[in-house]
């Protein structure tokens, strides 16, 4: 079969682009933000809140890097399940990308609380949070080792990603 009748033809590299988008959005607002602050074109507005803050932002976070591991592994599993490779796949990018949301929203909101408030505590949490996010990277690796995959649904992959 060559590649472009292989379904996975590309599979990598527009999952790639999907998780680039994602990431280099959350780096750029936090970048946005981070100069807007800094240049005094923002000033703390709700200083008064700041404890509030920290309890949501640290409630956002444990609750996201949680349910993003339990419902990517909930999706895993399902994904193992399928027999034919291209839906087992399919399975995966979406277990990815609902991992990559639900991490997603408290990077995003733990920005937002720097804006509002200017507090540096807020920017190094989502740029904690951030080299997290870059380490889920899809790779073909990383598909192989999560699904199971048989040597043929490996080598099948191995021929697409080629």
């Known amino acids: 079969m060559n590649s472009t009748q292989n379904?996975?033809?590309g599979y990598f590299k527009a999952l790639s682009i999907v998780f680039l988008g994602l990431l280099s959005g959350q780096v750029f607002f936090g970048l946005i933000a981070f100069f807007l602050q800094f240049s005094g074109k923002l000033g703390p507005v709700g200083?008064?809140?700041l404890n509030v803050f920290v309890y949501v932002v640290a409630v956002l976070i444990v609750g996201g890097f949680i349910s993003s591991r339990l419902m990517f592994n909930k999706m895993l599993k399902l994904a193992k399940e399928k027999t034919d490779l291209?839906?087992?796949m399919t399975a995966y990018r979406s277990a990815l990308i609902i991992?990559?949301?639900?991490l997603e929203a408290p990077i995003f909101f733990?920005?937002?609380?720097?804006?509002?408030?200017?507090?540096y505590f807020f920017l190094v949490t989502a740029a904690l949070l951030l080299v997290y996010f870059t380490t889920l990277r899809p790779t073909p690796f990383k598909a192989v080792r999560d699904l199971d995959m048989s040597s043929t649904e490996m080598e099948i992959l191995n021929r697409a990603t080629q």
Request: avoid cysteine; charged fraction near 15%.
């Open 47 to 49: 200083a008064e809140l």
């Open 86 to 88: 291209s839906e087992k």
């Open 110 to 119: 733990s920005i937002l609380a720097y804006v509002y408030l200017g507090h």
């Open 7 to 9: 379904p996975l033809h």
């Open 99 to 102: 991992r990559y949301a639900l």
